[in-house]
């Protein structure tokens, strides 16, 4: 299946603390989830989304949205009123556009109202150490 259409609807961001205050341990879950499957036709199919970034107590910003699927919609329109899932690689494109076009507007939202990017932290690049003198010696073969 392929996305024929991306569309945000709504955007709720709230914090709960005051500015400035110190926040330990922060947690943060960025979650994406289909809300609904309707059929538009036998091979576009629309499905509505939230995605949520979560800052355990201190603050939560919501996005809301629809994205237009073309291919097998009417076999992924029934798989869904049955199950209320989708085939997985169907819901790896899904959730990939969601987050993909999420995440920069929750960036900018964060920054509005205060809160850190809902992104992940970076981890920084461990450089492999450069063997010594004495360790190269130990690893070549001895000669006589």
Known sequence: MQIKGFDVNSIDAKRYTKPGEKIQNLRIDNNSTVISVSLISDSLASLEFRFTANYSSIGVIKIEG???????????????SKTNNMPPEVANVVHSAVITNCMPV?????KDI??????????????????????????SPEIT
Do not use: C, H, Y
């Not at 929750?106 to 964060?110: E, G």
């Open 114 to 139: 205060g809160l850190p990017p809902p992104l992940p932290p970076i981890q920084p690049l461990q450089m492999p150490k450069k063997p010594s003198a004495k360790d190269t010696r130990r690893n």
């Open 66 to 80: 629809r994205i237009l699927l073309e291919g097998e919609a009417k076999t992924l329109q029934e798989m869904w």
């Open 106 to 110: 929750a960036v900018v939202v964060s």
